[in-house]
């Protein structure tokens, strides 16, 4: 019960059904031709090949093979071999003349069903002959007696329909239950069309085929083909039909299976975001592409279809692309590039380009998958544009920029920080801090670098001293900015300025302010200072303090001008705006001498020259 059946297509047998037959037995002979393994044999001598084991002729081998003999036999047309049947003996099988002439029998009738003619003939050959034959290729015959109403059907036709004769009450049975029993009630129409155009056809040789649904015996849905011919009798009247039902559920599932497939397939290449392409690998012409891909090439697909690939690259760029093809359909994949595809406005797209090998049949083809990157490239290019002229502003800025690693050593440095130090940009490579920073200070500017980089608490301003080129001692002010790289890791930004003329000044105002403080108090003058807005005493010496009487400088402080004055002057002015009036001169011309009269804490007045 192992076998198979073989259509003739071109001097190549094509297998059209099998039975028990393993997956990898299918593969290995699906297509054989003619001369070639004991059924090209039969088919091309038009006899009957026998072999009791794997001998010499058996050409075809694979893993897993197990010993086994063959018959195979010619299906014919005349002289002509239009398929070939294979039957499987066990190995050691003596050859038969009986079974031959049940098989030439068989090959006979599946001959009438392939040329769809002489059914009668087919039908005549032996009942376990055509059995055989049915039941491999789920064959049913029939025939209906249109005079009685009446369908005959044969075990084959009944196991079609997952039925046996006794379980339905025989072989005759009416065309209304046969409808009933069998035929998809949605259906239906279409069977009782058919018939009827049998009934009333007046041409004799009238022939139909046609697909329908059918219901198993247990409830389940099937496919059936099923191809009838008429009889009619002398006075033109069709009297049976007769035909054969071909259960093709099978395909039927698998057609629907793929359909979806292919829907579900088709879906995701037309909807991938990426373009995709199919490239003839020998001409380099396009065979299929998704809508993404004609987005990026701005040619509809009719304008892609057998356009070469190169032709989509710019015109200077043409020559090298079609090469580079060339050399990829030779090695069969190629490495990702990035390229450029010209719209026909002139525009053009930046492409991120990967090809890989494919075959379809006997052919050869590349598939390649195009991310459209323009943006990417357009924000690359910016970035670039922007890191160039960031760069050249930090190279000429006036205040020296450095990035260190956690060891001192210098990543970055501009043109500023060179000249600080009195070094050239070149001499500076590959050096640390270290160089440039006075060993006094170097541990514990290394100190604040470690523990940045640690992720630890560390000034970020603070100011240290700095060793040039000729060793000379400069005076720095460095802030820090910690920056973060794109792994999240510490890559501090240092500013260093040369604070050496303000340090300097500012030792100088200290002396200037110890010298001045002595003469201050040191004088035998009294000397006060009084601060806007409010014009009160802010400091005063010795003679001061003396002079108005007060214990001490604080006690001095807590009054002020007005207070420490009677309320009018002798020229009888109030005080508090005569003392407005003085100092106003006194800031507008930048001195003013006048004489004022006060009052002590003890309350006695006393004139002086101010």
């Not at 071999?81 to 050859?95: F, H, P, W």
């Not at 820090?480 to 340090?503: A, H, N, Y």
Request: charged residues 30%; glycine residues 6%.
């Amino acid at each position: 019960k192992k076998g198979a059946i073989f259509l003739a297509e071109d001097k190549t047998l094509v297998m059209a059904i099998s039975r028990n037959l393993t997956d990898s037995v299918r593969h290995h002979c699906s297509r054989i031709p003619f001369g070639n393994c004991l059924c090209g044999m039969a088919a091309a001598s038009g006899k009957i090949e026998f072999s009791d084991s794997l001998d010499e002729r058996h050409t075809i081998h694979y893993d897993g093979i197990q010993p086994h003999g063959h018959y195979c036999v010619p299906i014919l047309d005349g002289n002509k071999t239009i398929g070939a049947i294979n039957l499987y003996v066990n190995e050691g099988s003596q050859r038969n003349e009986t079974a031959e002439h049940i098989l030439t029998g068989v090959a006979d009738v599946i001959s009438g069903v392939i040329k769809h003619n002489k059914a009668e003939a087919a039908l005549a050959n032996s009942e376990a002959q055509l059995s055989n034959a049915a039941e491999m290729a789920k064959f049913g015959p029939w025939e209906y007696d249109v005079l009685n109403d009446q369908f005959t059907f044969t075990d084959a036709f009944y196991a079609i329909f997952k039925t046996t004769a006794q379980e339905v009450g025989g072989y005759i049975m009416s065309s209304m239950d046969y409808a009933n029993r069998f035929v998809h009630p949605e259906d239906a129409p279409l069977v009782g069309e058919e018939v009827e155009k049998a009934i009333l056809t007046e041409d004799p040789n009238f022939s139909r085929q046609l697909e329908h649904r059918i219901i198993y015996a247990d409830g389940e849905l099937g496919y059936i083909n099923v191809r009838f011919f008429i009889e009619k009798d002398e006075f033109g009247k069709t009297i049976r039909t007769w035909g054969v039902n071909q259960n093709i559920t099978e395909r039927k599932l698998a057609e629907k299976a793929l359909q979806d497939s292919e829907e579900k397939y088709s879906s995701i290449f037309n909807e991938a975001r990426d373009g995709i392409v199919l490239i003839d690998n020998e001409t380099g012409s396009i065979i299929h592409c998704n809508n993404e891909f004609v987005l990026q090439t701005g040619r509809d697909l009719a304008q892609l279809l057998n356009k070469k690939i190169w032709e989509l690259r710019p015109t200077e760029k043409q020559e090298d692309a079609k090469k580079k093809f060339q050399e990829i359909s030779k090695v069969g994949s190629g490495a990702s590039v990035e390229l450029e595809f010209e719209k026909p406005d002139g525009s053009r797209v930046h492409i991120d380009f990967k090809t890989n090998s494919m075959e379809f049949g006997s052919r050869k083809y590349l598939q390649s998958i195009c991310r459209d990157i323009t943006e990417r490239k357009m924000t690359e290019m910016e970035l670039k544009r922007s890191e160039t002229l960031y760069r050249d502003l930090v190279d000429r800025a006036g205040v020296a920029i450095t990035l260190d690693d956690a060891d001192g050593y210098l990543k970055y440095y501009n043109r500023r920080f060179a000249e600080l130090f009195g070094y050239d940009m070149e001499e500076l490579k590959d050096q640390s801090i270290r160089s440039v920073v006075s060993p006094e200070d170097i541990d514990r500017v290394m100190e604040y670098t470690k523990k940045r980089f640690k992720g630890m608490s560390a000034p970020l301003k603070y100011e240290f001293m700095g060793i040039r080129k000729d060793k000379s001692v400069i005076h720095l002010e460095i802030d820090v900015v910690d920056l973060q790289d794109s792994r999240g890791k510490s890559t501090p930004r240092s500013c260093l300025w040369d604070i050496t003329e303000r340090k300097l000044a500012e030792e100088a105002l200290r002396e200037s302010e110890i010298r001045f403080r002595g003469l201050f108090e040191g004088s035998q003058d009294a000397i006060m200072t009084l601060e806007p807005p409010t014009w009160d005493f802010q400091s005063g010496n010795k003679a001061t303090v003396d002079m108005f009487g007060a214990k001490n400088e604080k006690e001095f402080l807590s009054l002020g001008p007005v207070q420490l004055s009677p309320e009018r002057q002798p020229d009888g002015q109030l005080s508090k705006d005569k003392a407005k009036k003085m100092i106003g001169i006194a800031m507008r011309d930048g001195t003013n001498f006048f004489e004022w009269t006060h009052r002590r804490f003890n309350g006695e007045d006393f004139p002086t020259d101010v």
